[in-house]
């Protein structure tokens, strides 16, 4: 079957980075994206990554290695209002888009 | 620009009443479209997908269906809900042909069944 395994809740504190990760096992690979989804709102795309390596966009930054069926959502400079659920999703080989239960990040000051 | 919109945001219904989620996108042509469930803390559900007007497909058995009689619009609907219908609907969208583009998502209908 198809998985994806993300941790259930993560704390950090303001101001700190935090490393979100995600491994997979689908059928077939062909991208991973990151989504934010703050509590009672739909999701919004963050990232997205199809080769290994590091993508890096403002505070944020996603990281892939396919060999490992592996990635990681880096959040830098924690601020409060980055307390929300990280969704990893991947698309397989059929282009369907597999997605993990989410990482519900909670920010202290 | 390409906006998504769903209605209505909230949703209380009893055991057994009919349901219907409305969904449309401006701003593109031959869009992608999705329905997903949410329960509370959990992931996304893929329920129905649409590739064109009139081609429906399901990912999951229920008591749900879907339709897509307009290019931009998209229909959940239920006979008869169960409690089990409880969650957070949501409709998405991406580009047609692009297997590999983004979802973008709609605001949501909370859903209760009581």
């Known amino acids: 079957g198809q998985n994806i395994d993300q941790p259930t809740e993560m704390t950090a504190t303001e101001g700190a980075i935090v490393q979100i990760n995600c491994t997979y096992q689908?059928?077939?690979?062909?991208?991973l994206f990151w989504y934010q989804q703050h509590a009672g709102e739909a999701p919004t795309f963050l990232s997205y990554?199809?080769l290994d390596g590091l993508e890096e966009k403002g505070r944020f930054s996603s990281f892939l290695s396919r060999s490992k069926g592996y990635s990681y959502l880096l959040l830098k400079e924690l601020q409060m209002k980055d307390s929300a659920s990280y969704l990893c999703?991947?698309?397989?080989?059929?282009?369907?888009?597999?997605w993990g239960a989410g990482t519900k990040l909670i920010i202290k000051p | 620009s390409q906006t998504i919109h769903q209605w209505p945001a909230t949703l209380v219904q009893p055991v057994g009443s009919p349901l219907s989620l409305e969904c449309t996108v401006e701003?593109?042509?031959?869009?992608?479209l999705y329905w997903y469930r949410q329960a509370a803390g959990r992931g996304l559900q893929l329920l129905f997908y649409?590739?064109?007007?009139?081609?429906i497909s399901s990912e999951v058995p229920q008591n749900l269906s879907a339709s897509r009689p307009q290019d931009r619009q998209f229909i959940l609907s239920s006979k008869k809900l169960l409690l089990s219908d409880s969650g957070f609907y949501l409709c998405?969208?991406?580009?047609?042909?692009?297997?590999?583009?983004?979802?973008?998502f709609g605001p949501g209908t909370r859903l209760t069944v009581t």
């Open positions: 999703a991947v698309i397989d080989s059929n282009y369907q888009l597999i």
């Open positions: 998405a969208w991406s580009v047609l042909g692009q297997g590999a583009s983004e979802q973008y």
């Open positions: 990554n199809v």
């Open positions: 689908t059928s077939g690979f062909n991208g």
């Open positions: 701003g593109t042509s031959n869009p992608n």
């Open positions: 649409s590739v064109g007007i009139g081609q």
